[in-house]
Nanobody, 123 residues
Framework: VQPQASGGGLVQAGGSLRLSCAAS????????MGWFRQVPGKEREFVAV????????YYTDSVKGRFTISRDNAKNTAYLQMNSLKPEDTAVYYC?????????????????WGQGTQVTVSS
């Protein structure tokens, strides 16, 4: 199981980016997918999760109303649409796979992690 995150880059404050997480090696539709982010010297923090049924999503407070998590089970891909980006959103973003039913939000709920993709928001 190896999710692959992509789509990061440099953007000005107020701009948008869409991250993608392509997954393989497992039955994608049976797992929740999440996004986390990490800045140097700090712990990896939860950003958003979508459950396997697609009907449930959950966000950390700081991104509510700006970020949208989605998934396309036919393409085995999860997405994170990030709008109205702020400099404090700058981080390495990671996608992860969880076997936990529902809307997991703890790092320990996620079993498989992809490599990160850098998002830099300039002021």
């Amino acid at each position: 199981v190896q999710p692959q995150a992509s789509g990061g880059g440099l953007v000005q404050a107020g701009g948008s980016l869409r991250l993608s997480c392509a997954a393989s090696g497992f039955t994608f539709r049976n797992y929740a997918m999440g996004w986390f982010r990490q800045v140097p010297g700090k712990e990896r923090e939860f950003v958003a999760v979508i459950n396997r049924s697609i009907r449930g999503t959950y966000y950390t407070d700081s991104v509510k109303g700006r970020f949208t998590i989605s998934r396309d089970n036919a393409k085995n891909t999860a997405y994170l649409q990030m709008n109205s980006l702020k400099p404090e959103d700058t981080a390495v973003y990671y996608c992860a796979v969880s076997t936990t039913v529902g809307l997991p939000a703890r790092r320990t709920d996620f079993n498989f992690w992809g490599q990160g993709t850098q998002v830099t928001v300039s002021s």
